[in-house]
């Protein structure tokens, strides 16, 4: 059963840089093809994918934030991180970590399984 | 990579069929089959409903069905159910292992 859950501060004050986990089971991130992504939601609004990591380490941004991201891994922690620079309060939101699967080894372009989401606020 | 476009709102009655579109362009929805669709209840994480523009995953009931046309994808929700109300994400592959979503509709059971 594949789960992942996110973890990291609830508040940020502005400019601060923000750094989330995303702890995950029943799978590993060294499988051909898999991934884990960022998605993130702000109060009322829609999603917004932001980032994307790679079982060979192959990383993947959201042109418009791409300068402030940045993902990473830990797969024998079974972790992966995201980093976002200069948070703004506009960047209030809630995030989640999301599982992209393989097939034969090939990646799959959708998320389906996600975390629960945590609610990051940036506020002074 | 502008977000792609759903309609901000659709109802039906109990027992009605509803269509959801997602507009996108050329380099996105236009350029690949592999839209997904999510459904999200108040205060929780997205659901996936359909994949690859017309897959069902495991467990979700098949009055649930995707298609696309053009730059323009649809989800069809028949035979609608009270639980079906919820919000409704469109989501594109959009090259370069890039990923857009869409701006949400809102399904209420009347």
């Known amino acids: 059963q594949i789960t992942l859950k996110e973890s990291g501060p609830t508040l940020v004050k502005p400019t601060q840089t923000l750094t989330l986990t995303c702890t995950f089971s029943g799978f590993s991130l060294s499988t051909s093809g898999v991934g884990v992504g960022w998605i993130r939601q702000p109060p009322g609004k829609a999603l917004e994918w932001l980032a994307l990591i790679y079982w060979d380490d192959d990383k993947r941004y959201s042109p418009s934030l791409k300068s402030r991201l940045t993902i990473t891994k830990d797969t024998s922690k079974n972790q992966v991180v995201l980093t976002m620079t200069n948070m703004d309060p506009v960047d209030t939101a809630t995030y989640y970590c999301?599982?992209?699967?393989?097939?034969?080894?090939?990646?799959?372009?959708?998320?389906?399984?996600w975390g629960q989401g945590t609610l990051v606020t940036v506020s002074s | 990579q502008s977000a792609l476009t759903q309609p901000a709102s659709v109802s039906g009655s109990p027992g009605q069929s509803i269509t959801i579109s997602c507009t996108g362009t050329s380099s996105d929805v236009g350029s690949y089959n592999l839209v997904s669709w999510y459904q999200q209840h108040p205060g929780k994480a997205p659901k996936l409903m359909i994949y690859?523009?017309?897959k069902r995953p495991s467990g979700v009931s098949n009055r649930f069905s995707g298609s696309k046309s053009g730059n323009t994808a649809s989800l069809t929700i028949s035979g609608l159910q009270a639980e079906d109300e919820a919000d409704y994400y469109c989501c594109s592959y959009a090259g370069s292992s890039s990923y857009v979503f869409g701006t949400g509709t809102k399904v209420t059971v009347l």
């Open positions: 999301a599982h992209t699967p393989q097939w034969l080894g090939a990646s799959r372009y959708y998320f389906d399984y």
């Open positions: 690859e523009g017309s």
